[in-house]
């Protein structure tokens, strides 16, 4: 495993200032674009050294993330799938361009081969992409209809695994800190999300659900912090004794907010998350989560992009990357 050290001696910084990076130490001051070249590090530390697919005939990809910077600075998440993806066109030799969502417009503006779409897109979007090329491979997220290769993860699976996971340990009080995301335009219309669904189905039919224990933001480490300490006031000596957050980002702002309470994480608390990103294990207390298998759906994107460009493959594909629970110091 890659240690602290180990990124620090890459990025070129201190061991301190990738710690307080990782941790989202809020006191820090540093530009975002290091604060970016720590988390990519850090990433790429993580990945196993893969046999390179064979070189392809040369063709222009562009990898459009629906983030912009900014937020995937933010949610992790899309941020290591992008970079399995661009680490599998370079070992296509493909030319890559990629582009974040405040640089759409400029980005119709160009010609491309295929197009390796990372996020949730509008209907309007995923006419807007097709207007660009008929090659498209959407990644955590499948349009309606069959016109399309898509690699998703399912989340429903994940979150049952960690309710599974707190029921066999005694569990019976279990709160839940999630976020909620909207397409990016015309005012953003909401898009339903399968973690929180199946926490109100699972629990429902335990007759264990709380919906006063339910806390719903955005996908970012600032909320996870407000929602827990929300969380918090309202429950006082009866908070639940555990909760489940919808990706780490919130578990990880969730456990300062335990840690700036005095409330012990796992004694008093048990907290997992979701995706398993990078920064998962150097938190304090490391964080459990569900990982799940970023890198390989950037690779499998364009694996599939490559069966369209070369061997000219018209039949669409659905693939489900599947999860598994990783438990660490934030959760019995």
Known sequence: MATI???????????????RVLNYDKSLSVPDKTKQKIFEIAEEL?????????????????????????????????MSIRLGAEQ?????????????????????????????AIGKFSPNQVQELRSITENIVFVDFSPEGE????????????TMKVLNHFVEKGHTEIGYIGGRETFKENGGRHI????????????GEKGMLSESAMYVGSFTVD????????????????????????ND??????????????????DRVNIIGVNDISVAKYVYPPLSSVKVQTEIMGETAVDFMMKRLE?????????LVSSELVIRKSSH
Request: aromatic fraction near 12%; hydrophobic fraction near 35%.
């Open 88 to 116: 599998r066109c370079q070992q296509y030799g493909l030319n890559l361009v990629k582009y974040f969502q405040n640089d759409f417009e400029e980005m119709k503006k160009e010609e491309f081969d295929g197009v390796v």
């Open 192 to 203: 339903p999300d399968s973690r929180e669904a199946t926490f109100k189905a699972y629990l």
């Open 5 to 19: 050290k180990d990124i620090a001696l890459k990025a070129g910084v201190s061991i301190s200032t990738v710690s």
């Open 46 to 78: 993580e990945y196993k050294k893969k046999k390179a697919p064979r070189k392809s005939m040369e063709s222009s990809i562009a990898i459009f993330n629906w983030y912009t910077e900014k937020e995937e600075l933010d949610d992790l998440y899309y």
């Open 147 to 158: 016109d399309f290769d898509s690699v998703l993860t399912d989340f429903s699976i994940a």
């Open 223 to 246: 909320d996870g912090f407000d929602l827990m300490k929300k969380a918090i006031a309202e429950h006082g000596d009866k908070l639940p004794t555990a909760f489940f957050c919808g």
């Open 311 to 319: 061997q000219k493959q018209k039949v669409t594909q659905k693939v």
């Open 249 to 266: 980002s919130l578990a990880i702002g969730a456990l300062r907010a335990l840690h700036e309470e005095g409330i012990s994480v796992p």
